[in-house]
């Protein structure tokens, strides 16, 4: 019995995980900002995006067996399941 209620003492949360997801959303949002402001926050321009998709692409590729899953896939999607462009979705 004694060892049970170590255990459950072992498990009590602390630190940030006492706080509700709105609040840890909020403290974070609050870093960010400070880190804006004093310059040090890196900002992604399309020119890193691209060089990111590249690097990440090039990865995924490397993997014969899991392109080949990805290609088998494509060819069986059902039509109510395809993303139709957004220029037909506006007519």
Do not use: C, W
Not at 17 to 41: C, D, M, N, S, V
């Amino acid at each position: 019995m004694e060892q049970v209620r170590y255990m459950d003492e072992r498990k009590r949360k602390s630190g940030f995980a006492l706080l509700t997801p709105e609040q840890r959303k909020e403290i974070a949002r609050k870093g960010g900002r400070a880190a804006q402001k004093r310059g040090r926050a890196h900002q992604f321009g399309s020119d890193d995006a691209r060089e990111a998709g590249k690097k990440g692409g090039a990865k995924v590729s490397q993997d014969r067996a899991h392109m080949a899953r990805i290609g088998a896939k494509g060819g069986r999607v059902r039509p109510s399941e395809r993303q139709t462009p957004s220029n037909e979705e506006e007519e």
